[in-house]
Structures are given as C-alpha cells and as structure tokens.
C-alpha cells in the first residue's frame, strides 16, 4: 500500500470540503444502488463535456462525492478507486485515482441509507449496530454488526519515523490518527464482526489494522444498507490534525474494501 502523496491529500480534502455544501451528508460516501444493477460512469478529459470512456460501476459499488457536475442537475461528480485487473478477497483505498459522472438517479447517499441502531455493550468496549427497521423480523435474527475497541499494545509494535519524526509505519502498515507519539491511553479497533442468519464473519486484519483512536460517539459512525447483501460502516476517527474517516463495505456478510483517508478538523 503506497501512501498518500501531498497532492493526494488536498485533492480529497477537498472532497470532503465540497461534501460540507450538502449539510444532510455526514459523510462524502455514495453507493450504486441502481435495480438494473449497474450505473455508467461518465468519464471525461480536460473538457468535463468531453466524454472519452464510460465506466461500469456494480449496484453495491461505492465512492467518494466531490460536487455537482458543472451545469448538470441530474449528475454529479464522483472519484471512486482504481480495482485491479484480479479482484482480492480484500483491499484498502488510501487514493482514489479514478473520476467521472454518475446520475442521481442510480445512486444513494451511504449515511441517508436506512440505518442500524446502535447501543453499547455493558463493559463499554463494544458497540452493536442492529437492523431493527424490519419489526417483523424476530430480534434474534436481526443483522448485526458489531465493533470493538480496546487498549492499542502499538508501544510494543515496530515503529518507523520521516524525517520530521512522524510515525509512517507501525508493523510496516500506515496508521491512522496518531502522528509523532502515541497518545496516553490510546485505543484501536481490535475486532469488527458481522452477524447474519446463515452468516457470519470476522473482519481480516487488514481491514482494521492500525485504525487508532476510534470514536464512540454514535453521532460520528453508522451502519447503513441496501439490501441483506451489501452492508456499510462509516466512522470519523481520531481529533485535530489527525482525524479521519473511512468506510468498510461489507458484500454477503465479509468485507471486501475499505476507503480511509486523513481529513482534520
């Protein structure tokens, strides 16, 4: 995984800065959700009416908003990652290199989804999302998605520094929300798990490793979805300069990818 360059890192802090127009989003993050399917991607070059590629995103596909598409009203402008060619079991984004248009229609905003709730666990180290949006579904089989947070052991991991002393690398793996030190009474996300009727799966580590600071605020974090098969959490981590925010899709009970990039307050 290659890190985020300076030019990178303005370019989606600007995503985010253009998702704060839209007071309803809390965060950026959109999803195809198109019955047919699919959605195309408009792709364009220099000349945003200059159309030189159409691209086939899948209904469950996600990306990051940037703004309305100039002089549209029924499109908008999207980046979204890059996949490779042989699709993983999973892959986390730090960059998206890949944008274009997409119609509204065919879309829909990851936190305006139909929500889990949420409540935590009696020792407090645990959150539970639930899918009580269907009453007649028995409680006990009702989806679940459930995080926990403990103590980070990061002090006693290897740790690699730039120049300017900031940690790049702990256990040669980027992390988030810390920068020169650890901070006293640091906490990670030490488990994500996905409980469904027939299902049922542990997040890999890569798609939690070095993820530091993770919030607790219901007001900061969701579970959304379109249908049992494609699953959302979105969370903004962390404070200050080194807050940030990602999000897991999670297809037919395991998650699949992960977008995170820095975005301070």
Do not use: C
């Not at 959150?127 to 995080?147: E, G, L």
């Not at 300069?241 to 301070?264: D, M």
Request: net charge positive; proline share 6%; charged share 25%.
């Amino acid at each position: 995984m290659t890190f985020i360059n300076k030019a990178i890192y303005l370019s989606i802090f600007s995503i985010f800065s253009f998702s704060l127009l839209f007071a309803q989003n809390k965060v950026p993050f959109g999803v195809v959700k198109a019955t047919e399917g699919y959605a195309m991607v408009r792709v364009h070059k220099e000349d945003y009416r200059k159309i030189v590629d159409k691209i086939r995103m899948k209904r469950g596909d996600v990306f990051v908003y940037v703004k309305p598409a100039p002089g549209e009203t029924d499109w908008i402008w999207i980046k979204y990652p890059e996949k490779d060619e042989v699709e993983k079991p999973f892959v986390r984004y730090d960059s998206l290199m890949k944008e274009g248009m997409v119609n509204k229609d065919r879309i829909a905003f990851i936190d305006q989804l139909p929500q889990y709730t949420p409540t935590k666990s009696k020792n407090g180290k645990s959150i539970i999302f639930t899918d009580n949006n269907n009453p007649k579904i028995p409680t006990a089989q009702r989806s679940k998605v459930v995080i926990d947070i403990y103590p980070s052991n990061a002090g006693f991991r290897k740790q690699v520094k730039d120049a300017d002393g900031n940690i790049t690398a702990i256990d040669k793996v980027k992390p988030w929300g810390i920068d020169k030190e650890l901070p006293v009474g640091m906490t990670e996300i030490k488990s994500i798990r996905v409980q469904q009727p027939g299902r049922g799966s542990v997040f890999v580590r890569e798609a939690i490793k070095n993820m530091f600071q993770p919030t607790m605020d219901f007001e900061n974090m969701g579970v959304t979805s379109i249908d049992d098969d494609h699953i959302f959490l979105y969370m903004i981590n962390g404070s200050g300069s080194n807050r940030y925010i990602t999000l897991w899709t999670i297809k037919e009970g395991k998650v699949i990818s992960q977008i995170i990039f820095k975005n301070p307050e």
